[in-house]
C-alpha cells in the first residue's frame, strides 16, 4: 500500500519562479526522504530528513517535516528548466522494519 | 555515476521467455532492492536483499524471482514473460536497509 502520497500530482510552472511539492504519509516514520526521476532514468537521492528534525536545506532545496500533521514539503526555488522532472518521496516506517514506502511523484515541467 | 551498475540496459523478448537481471551494488553497501517502473503503476517496490539475506518483499510475481550472491551482486529472474511484464526494471543500493538508496541506471524490458 502507498504511504507517501504527494501533491500535487503534475506542476507546471516558468523558470525563476518556486515550486513546492508535498507528501503526506499515514504512519509514524524514522525517516521521510526525496528523490528526483529525470525521464527514463534512476532515481536519484536528493535529502533526507529524520523524524526528529523540521527542516532542512540544500542548495535550493527546502525540505520540511511535520511530524504531527505526517507531511513533508519540498520546496525548490528560483527553479531552472533542468529541474523538470518526477520527484518522489519515500518514508522508512519506525520501528525495526526499515522499508521505504513510495508515493506515486509530482511531475514538474519548468517552462523556459 | 550513483556506482550502481545494471545490466543489460535494454532487453527485448518474447511473451513466456525468462530473463535474468543483473545488479552491483555501490562498494560497500550490503542492501540490495528490486523495484519494476511502468506507466500505469508507477515505482513499485519488488524485493530487498542484505548481506544475502531476504529482507522484505512488495509486490513480486510469483513468476519473479531473486538472489543475492556472497559478493552482494545481484539477480532478478523473470520467467513466464507477459506483455505486461514490460517496464524499467530498478536495482538500488544502501549501506544499511532504510539509508539513502542509490539507484542504478535500470534495465528496460520490452516483452512482445
Known amino acids: 500500500s502507498q504511504q507517501g502520497e504527494e501533491d500535487p500530482q503534475a506542476l507546471s510552472i516558468q523558470e525563476g519562479e518556486n515550486a513546492t511539492m508535498n507528501c503526506s504519509y499515514k504512519?509514524?516514520?524514522?525517516?521521510l526522504q526525496w528523490y528526483r526521476q529525470n525521464s527514463g532514468r534512476g532515481l536519484v537521492h536528493l535529502i533526507l530528513?529524520?523524524?526528529n528534525e523540521r527542516e532542512k536545506h540544500s542548495g535550493r532545496l527546502r525540505v520540511t517535516l511535520d511530524t504531527s500533521k505526517k507531511s513533508s514539503s519540498l520546496l525548490i526555488t528560483a527553479s531552472q528548466a533542468a529541474d523538470t522532472a518526477s520527484y518522489f518521496c519515500?518514508?522508512?516506517?519506525?520501528?525495526?522494519?526499515?522499508?521505504?514506502?513510495w508515493g506515486l511523484g509530482t511531475s514538474l515541467a519548468v517552462n523556459p | 555515476d550513483s556506482g550502481v551498475t545494471q545490466t543489460p540496459k535494454h532487453l527485448i523478448t518474447a511473451t513466456g521467455q525468462r530473463v535474468t537481471l543483473r545488479c552491483s551494488p555501490r562498494?560497500?553497501?550490503?542492501?540490495v532492492y528490486w523495484y519494476q517502473q511502468s506507466l500505469d503503476q508507477g515505482l513499485q517496490f519488488l524485493i530487498q536483499?542484505?548481506?544475502?539475506?531476504?529482507?522484505a518483499k512488495g509486490n513480486i510475481l510469483e513468476r519473479f524471482s531473486a538472489q543475492q550472491f556472497p559478493d552482494l551482486h545481484s539477480e532478478l529472474n523473470l520467467s513466464s514473460l507477459e506483455l505486461g511484464d514490460s517496464a524499467l526494471y530498478f536495482c538500488?543500493?544502501?549501506?544499511?536497509?532504510?539509508?539513502?538508496?542509490?539507484f542504478g541506471p535500470g534495465t528496460r524490458l520490452l516483452v512482445l
Open positions: 538500488a543500493s544502501s549501506v544499511e536497509p532504510g539509508e539513502t538508496q542509490y
Open positions: 562498494s560497500g553497501d550490503l542492501s
Open positions: 536483499y542484505y548481506n544475502g539475506e531476504e529482507r
Open positions: 504512519t509514524s516514520i524514522n525517516n
Open positions: 530528513i529524520r523524524s
Open positions: 519515500a518514508t522508512e516506517g519506525a520501528g525495526n522494519n526499515r522499508k521505504l514506502i
